[in-house]
Structures are given as C-alpha cells and as structure tokens.
C-alpha cells in the first residue's frame, strides 16, 4: 500500500518589520530588568563593598610600593641570618630576617644586602604598616638607608593588583549592572579583604 509523500507546510520567515519589533521588544525587557535591578538597595550595596574593597586594595599598593606608616614595633622574636661573605668596607652581609609579629605571626624578610659592620639592633624595628589595616609590609633596619619587605607582604600585593584588574575591566564594561555578575566581584573582593586581616 502506497502512501501518499508526508508533506510539510513551509516555514514562513519573519518580515523585517517583525524581526525589528522583536528585537526592540527584547531591548525594552532587558531595559526593565535592567532599571529594576538597578534601582534595588541589593545592587547598591554591592557596588558599595565592591568599591570599598577596591579602595583597601590599592591602599595597600600605594603603601607597599610608596610611603607607609611606620612605627617602632617589639616582635616577640627576631632570628638574623648572616652570610660569611664581607665586602670592603667590612660589612656583614645580612641574608634573611626571620620575626615573630606580637600576634605570633612568623614573617621573613629577604633582606640580602650589606648592612653595617656592626650587627643590627633587632629588639625593636621600624615596621612599615598600610594606614587603613595597619598591616606590616616592610621594615627598615638602624644599619641601612633600604626598606626591606616581608615575604606575607607579596602574597597580598598579588592578590591585589588582580582583584583591581579584574574589577576595573568589570567596571569599564559596566559588567557590574547584570544581577548575576555583580554578586560574584563582591564576595571575591570581601573574602580577599578578610584574607588580608588574618595574614
């Protein structure tokens, strides 16, 4: 038994009028979502702790690249590693400062450099601190004009020339305006934040 051919109707394309309607259409709902999110206290709280975050983290570039808070600080501990090697002016080469912070923090300093004949004195230091956080960056030694950073201290700086690249690029293409996006740099900015306060 012979059937007859299966026969489909032909899709009609949309019209050019209507492909415009559409479009505009779908603009003027991502315009809404848009202006609703944009109007919710969710997106300007986020945006507020995203941009707050930024300020800490170039705060704490400026400060380890430029000035720094310094003070006179005790550590609980300081272990000088000295190479065998001296130059001719008969200073000691001073390899590595090991430091326990008050808060039983153990830091290293990679100092290698040649700081005196006589030893330093390491009871107390001059500890280079962000002003906002007061978090030790560097430190500067009696016996030398250097400033010297602690080893935590790149770590951190690593972290925030990343976060202030990917939230800038974030910000130039207004990524910051979709609901799904915004969330994320916050909470990626707060955690580094909070990173830094129990380093």
């Avoid at 700081?115 to 001059?126: I, K, N, S, T, Y």
Wanted: glycine share 6%; net charge positive; charged share 20%.
């Amino acid at each position: 038994m012979s059937g007859a051919p299966h026969s489909r109707s032909a899709r009609t394309l949309p019209s050019a009028e209507e492909l415009s309607r559409r479009m505009s259409r779908l603009r003027e709902l991502r315009l809404k979502r848009y202006l609703k999110f944009k109007s919710t206290t969710r997106y300007k709280v986020l945006n507020l702790i995203t941009i707050l975050c930024c300020v800490l983290h170039w705060e704490l570039l400026l400060c380890f690249a430029g000035p720094a808070h310094y003070s006179i600080e005790k550590p609980k501990l300081v272990e000088a590693k000295y190479g065998a090697q001296g130059n001719e002016k008969a200073q000691r080469f001073l390899r590595e400062v090991v430091l326990v912070t008050p808060s039983g923090f153990v830091n290293k300093v990679a100092v290698q450099d040649y700081v005196g004949a006589d030893r330093p004195e390491f009871g107390q230091l001059r500890i280079g601190k962000d002003f906002l956080l007061g978090k030790w960056l560097k430190i500067k030694l009696d016996t030398s004009e250097g400033e010297y950073y602690l080893r935590s201290s790149f770590s951190m700086i690593f972290l925030c020339v990343f976060l202030v690249f990917v939230t800038g690029v974030a910000y130039f293409f207004n990524f910051n305006e979709r609901p799904f996006i915004l969330p994320g740099l916050a909470i990626v900015n707060a955690l580094a934040v909070i990173f830094y306060l129990f380093l």
